[in-house]
């Protein structure tokens, strides 16, 4: 695989990158598609350098190359053959579309430029609904239950406040007593439990620890943990939930304006 632009992930984890990967070929071709019906906007960057121009994906052809759209810019076309690698992001509907061509090759289509390549390896795809995370109110907190491991075999059972949410996961507020290095890296029994819901059964993968000074002058650590296990339609429990507690808001933000 050729080399990763470092951008590549800039909206998520290297650990989470996979979550978010298209490698099927099939998968990708479907979602390049998309790029040329609904004729979205493609930004794309030469690296190496720091040139950016706009294109479009113009066809995804049946021997798993594409052609994208040259530009009016003799000087950008000279430099995308000299590049390494073209990074391509495009957000069609509000869903974030990331990719990088290689070996691009011109060639004139009635009288314009474009370009050919072979289809990308992997294709990142974004729902923003994904990405958004909501911060817990304190004044409606929410409490997911974790059963730890005890060094003498017993399991300690705790229920630990929500500081976020969102449709991918959830950061908890870690108490002093438990050890960052007592916490395990994945909680299989745990229950999530929101307003209008019995507590739902869940798995966690903690991906980040971090301390955190509160405004008393405490510190807390806060660990973000990635949803590794959910059970049929709780996703969508989650979101609803989600979505009310931000219409919430707004609606506090439009009465305080």
Known sequence: MPPTDPSFVDETSREDEGRYLLRGRQDIRQALQWLVDSKALVSASLSPGNRTFPTAVLRVADDDTLLIDGSADDSVNRSILQAHHLTCVAQPDR?????????LAALDIDGQVAFRAALPERLMKLQRRELYRLKVPVSQPLKCTVTVPEADGEDRVLQLRVIDISCG???????????????PRELDDCLLH???????????RVRSLSRQLQ???????????QFSHLPRGADAVIQRYIFRMDRQRSARERGNG
């Open 95 to 103: 869903i974030r579309m990331q990719f990088q061509l290689h070996g």
């Open 169 to 183: 996961g959830v950061s908890l507020a870690l108490p002093a007593t438990l050890g960052e290095a007592s916490l």
């Open 194 to 204: 929101l307003p209008e819901a019995d507590g739902i059964a869940i798995g966690l």
């Open 215 to 225: 405004p008393n002058g405490t510190e807390t650590t806060r660990a973000g943990c």
